[in-house]
Nanobody, 123 residues
Framework: VQLQASGGGLVEAGGSLRLSCAAS????????MAWFRQAPGKAREFVAG????????YYTNSVKGRFTISRDSAKNTVYLQMNSLKPEDTADYYC?????????????????WGQGTQVTVSS
């Protein structure tokens, strides 16, 4: 399984970005997908996750109401729509996948990781 993340960039506070993660896998529907982020000098943290069915989604408290995770099984792609961005959202964002029907926030149980895409929010 290979994951290719894209969509990061530099944006002003209050702006929006949409991250994409394309998965090269035949059975995309078997995978729970998630986004994590890591800011400089900080630990990696869970941002959002979506179950294999797309029915269950979960967000860390700091992004609830601002970020939306979704998936398109026809394109083997998961998205993270980020609105009302804040400087504290600045980080490298990583997509991750695991064979599971439910979302988990623990990064260590995800089997596959994409390369990071950098998001910088200026104040």
């Amino acid at each position: 399984v290979q994951l290719q993340a894209s969509g990061g960039g530099l944006v002003e506070a209050g702006g929006s970005l949409r991250l994409s993660c394309a998965a090269s896998v035949r059975t995309f529907r078997s995978y729970t997908m998630a986004w994590f982020r890591q800011a400089p000098g900080k630990a990696r943290e869970f941002v959002a996750g979506i179950s294999w069915s797309g029915i269950e989604t979960y967000y860390t408290n700091s992004v609830k109401g601002r970020f939306t995770i979704s998936r398109d099984s026809a394109k083997n792609t998961v998205y993270l729509q980020m609105n009302s961005l804040k400087p504290e959202d600045t980080a490298d964002y990583y997509c991750a996948a695991r064979v599971s029907s439910t979302v988990t926030t623990t990064g260590d149980v995800y089997n596959y990781w994409g390369q990071g895409t950098q998001v910088t929010v200026s104040s």
